[in-house]
């Protein structure tokens, strides 16, 4: 692993480090580099560079005498074996190199051995002393080798001085694996392969956070909180504004929705001849029909036939009235609609309008006929 992307890690490790989290490592050994296309010093022949590395991600060595890596398309002939009573340690990395040139300055191989990583389309397998697979890693177009790729392929390694190394783990070694290859490895091109005497600090330490899930507060309305560089990074608060002017708008978090109240308040233009204005969840205010005050309205009345006073020598009147709104006083005007009934010879055929039509000593009486005064009078009337 190179050392400047452990220092950065270990940095962004200690800047997040909040709550305790256990990791959750593989337990099993990992591919943690491929040198599929190596240069060294300008020398780009791959002959003698190429490498595979090994890390051991768990708390105990393991023996990996007689494991095998086997390649795509390839009798178990040309398997790379590794040597009886090999281990890797805890925490720690095995190197295979190719033979024919290795450089110098490059950590030496626990085991070298002959070996070609095709850069196109290739891949490999880990294999245990029981033939069961352990790691696999593949690069290109495998479809017809859907045992030599976990996920999805990487690239064709077809940058010169290049390999594929495993992401690391936080601070403690190259052990990212989530079965995906295109999601585990990453193009690096600082090439330090580590053989068996590099042990990366054990992985007893604390994050705040793996995944997304680990932020989540259980709150709905202040946003989804996120996992970004092993921190917790808060959510943006669920906004919840719809636009409408006269909605009460808020945030629910008993039903993790948005409430969206209807206020009609909201839309009194504090006039009152108008109408009540109205909320409308979709198209905001509304104005309401103007206030109808025909209610208190009032006929006119010119007859003499009218009732109640049956009486069909009074002359009954009453002018018209037409309620309007006033403002004001916020109602719609009235009247006591009092009606007149006077007794009238012209129109109604009434025996005498008042006493003066009567002789000496009689008076206009109520049924509008003359009568003594202060006695009834009965004429045709009186039965």
Request: charged content about 20%.
């Amino acid at each position: 692993m190179n050392m400047n992307k452990l220092l950065i890690f270990c940095f962004a490790f200690l800047a997040s480090l909040a709550i305790v989290y256990a990791v959750d490592l593989p337990n099993h050994v990992v591919v943690s580099e491929l040198g599929i296309n190596p240069s060294y010093n300008g020398d780009f022949l791959e002959t003698g560079k190429e490498y595979i590395e090994l890390y051991n991600p768990t708390s105990s060595g393991v023996a990996i005498g007689n494991w095998r890596i086997r390649f795509r398309g390839l009798p178990s002939s040309d398997d790379v074996i590794i040597l009886p009573g090999s281990m890797i340690p805890a925490n720690g990395y095995y190197l295979i190199g190719d033979v024919g040139g290795w450089p110098s300055t490059w950590n030496k191989p626990d085991l070298f051995y002959e070996f070609r990583l095709e850069n196109e389309n290739y891949g490999l397998n880990l294999v245990d002393g029981s033939s069961n697979v352990i790691d696999t890693v593949g690069w290109g177009n495998l479809v017809f080798y859907p045992s030599f790729f976990e996920g999805e392929t990487l690239p064709n390694a077809n940058l010169d001085g290049h390999s594929y190394e495993r992401k690391p783990g936080f601070n403690c070694g190259n052990w990212k694996d989530t079965n995906n290859n295109s999601n585990d490895f990453f193009d690096n091109s600082d090439l330090n392969p580590q053989n068996s005497s590099f042990i990366e600090a054990p992985c007893d330490i604390v994050v705040e956070c793996v995944s997304d899930s680990d932020c989540d507060d259980g709150n709905y309305c202040n946003g989804a909180e996120r996992c970004i560089g092993d921190s917790c990074v808060g959510g943006t608060n669920v906004d919840c504004d719809d636009g409408v002017v006269c909605t009460i708008d808020s945030c629910n978090e008993n039903t993790d929705s948005c409430d969206n109240l209807q206020e009609d308040l909201l839309c009194d233009d504090g006039a009152y001849c108008n109408g009540a204005e109205f909320c409308d969840a979709v198209l905001d205010c509304q104005s309401a029909s103007a206030v109808d005050c025909s209610a208190n309205n009032i006929p006119g009345i010119a007859s003499c036939f009218n009732n109640p006073d049956n009486i069909d020598f009074t002359y009954d009147y009453r002018a018209s009235f037409t309620s309007t709104c006033d403002e004001v006083n916020n109602q719609c005007t009235t009247e006591n609609g009092a009606i007149t009934s006077t007794c009238d010879i012209a129109q109604c055929g009434a025996e005498c309008d008042s006493a003066d039509d009567c002789g000496q000593g009689f008076e206009c009486g109520l049924t509008c006929n003359c009568v003594l005064s202060g006695e009834p009078y009965c004429g045709v009337r009186c039965k």
